[in-house]
Nanobody, 125 residues
Framework: QVQLVESGGGLVQAGDSLSLACKSS????????MGWFRQAPGKEREFVAG???????????DYPDSTKGRFTISRHNAESTVYLEMSNLKIEDTAVYYC???????????????WGQGTQVTVSS
């Protein structure tokens, strides 16, 4: 059974930085596109960062305007782990953050996607 386990969430102040990690049990991790979504109470799930597998060991990254320049996604294939570095955090970044692994793009559209259990990020003023 495939597992994605997020870690690194917590309570920070506005302007702070925070890093999340997602450890995967996928045997072919390097062939998956990986990404991060978030969901705040009463809001829809929102894409925040993605690492798209192009082929071989080539990946591209993608960010929505809301996180571009503040969030950075990276991956360590040998450790089957994807990271999300978040800087200049804002109160509106408060949400549960979920890791996703997919053989499709855009992320989150394939019913066969794998999802983590989520980790809470709370940004206070």
């Amino acid at each position: 059974q495939v597992q994605l386990v997020e870690s690194g969430g917590g309570l920070v102040q506005a302007g702070d930085s925070l890093s999340l990690a997602c450890k995967s049990s996928l045997p072919t991790f390097r062939k998956y596109s990986m990404g991060w979504f978030r969901q705040a109470p009463g809001k829809e799930r929102e894409f925040v960062a993605g690492s798209k597998w192009i082929g071989s060991n080539v990946y591209t990254t993608d960010y929505p305007d809301s996180t571009k320049g503040r969030f950075t996604i990276s991956r360590h294939n040998a450790e089957s782990t994807v990271y999300l570095e978040m800087s200049n955090l804002k109160i509106e970044d408060t949400a549960v953050y979920y890791c996703v692994a997919s053989r499709s793009w855009p992320l989150g559209t394939d019913p066969n996607d794998y999802w983590g259990q989520g980790t809470q990020v709370t940004v206070s003023s």
